[in-house]
């Protein structure tokens, strides 16, 4: 898990944790603690969901990204072996005009 989503659900469970504890010691009749706490409940649900698509975002574009530059990477990589490939081709190409001068100094005229 990476550091911003264990920050979330650390702010999350802490938010969690003390509004139960604020409303289980609040002086209140017990079918309105309950309904507080429901309340509380569904509220730190949706705020969960919320961070869950914010993550879910987050990541998606992250790896879209990521995918991207690797693409970007992979097509430079391909064409600079292009490009060292020609420069080789060209280089054996000249040694082989130089062998074939030598080799025409050794044949019967």
């Known amino acids: 898990m990476n550091k911003s989503s264990s920050t979330v ?6 938010t969690a944790i ?30 969960l969901a919320e961070n869950a698509k ?3 975002e987050n990541m998606v574009n992250g790896f879209s ?3 991207q530059t ?3 990477q992979v097509e ?4 600079d072996v292009s490009y060292k490939t020609e420069d080789v081709i060209t280089a054996l190409e ?10 025409k100094k050794f044949q019967k005229a």
Do not use: H, Q, W
């Not at 659900?9 to 802490?14: D, K, S, Y």
């Open 18 to 47: 003390g509004a139960a504890l604020g409303i289980l010691f609040a002086p209140d009749k017990g079918s309105a603690t309950r309904k507080r706490i429901a309340d509380e409940a569904n509220s730190a649900k949706d705020k």
């Open 76 to 79: 430079d990589l391909v064409s």
């Open 65 to 67: 990204t990521k995918k």
């Open 9 to 14: 659900l650390g702010i999350l469970a802490g």
């Open 94 to 103: 000249k040694k082989l005009g130089e062998l074939k001068e030598e080799n």
């Open 70 to 72: 690797l693409e970007d």
């Open 54 to 56: 914010y993550l879910k």
